[in-house]
């Protein structure tokens, strides 16, 4: 297990090798009271691995009650660029995964709840990157995701899961800095 570990760590950090880092805040999420930070790695000219780390921490009312509702999130994405001009910007697609770990903590009356949500999903949007190192990214994506490990209380934890149960949807508005252009 310690050689997978470290075996991992290293293929991470060899990632720079291959060209730029784009580390990245969504704004979007900032607005909303979370953080979500990434880094998009540049493979080649036309495709990258990037992963994302969020937290966000809200209230949410359902039923009369409410909750504390705290996520971890995990995103790891692999983007295709079409046309780059300055290599693994421009239009792209690609592909995501979530893991999301939730609680929900009663602040009135109700139970606790806690698990984990996975999802998969199809990525899409544009990435400007310019010559000072300046990244502006619009993207947006929609998936399937399914809770694991949730209370017994379904009408709980299906509200504070999604919209509509089952479905994953993600939209950024990133902003950052490339490194080694």
């Not at 999903?121 to 490990?149: M, Q, R, S």
Request: glycine share 14%; proline share 3%.
């Amino acid at each position: 297990m310690k050689t997978l570990l470290c075996t991992c760590v290293l293929a991470l950090l060899s990632l720079t090798a291959f060209g730029q880092i784009d580390a990245k805040l969504n704004a979007g999420s900032a607005i909303t009271g979370g953080i979500n930070l990434s880094a998009d790695f540049g493979l080649d000219y036309s495709n990258s691995l990037a992963i994302g780390l969020g937290r966000a921490n809200t209230k949410i009312t359902i039923n009369d009650n409410e909750y504390q509702y705290l996520r971890y999130r995990i995103i790891p994405e692999y983007r295709h660029y079409f046309n780059p001009r300055n290599g693994a910007d421009g239009l792209f697609a690609g592909a995501y995964g979530r893991v999301a770990f939730f609680e929900a903590e009663a602040i009135t009356e109700g139970e606790d709840i806690d698990g984990v949500r996975v999802g998969l999903g199809a990525l899409f949007g544009n990435k400007w990157a310019y010559d000072g190192g300046f990244v502006l990214e619009l993207n947006g994506g929609i998936g399937y995701n399914k809770p694991f490990g949730t209370d017994e209380n379904a009408q709980i934890a299906n509200p504070l899961l999604s919209l509509a149960p089952g479905l994953d949807l993600r939209l950024g508005i990133l902003v950052g800095y490339r490194f080694n252009r």
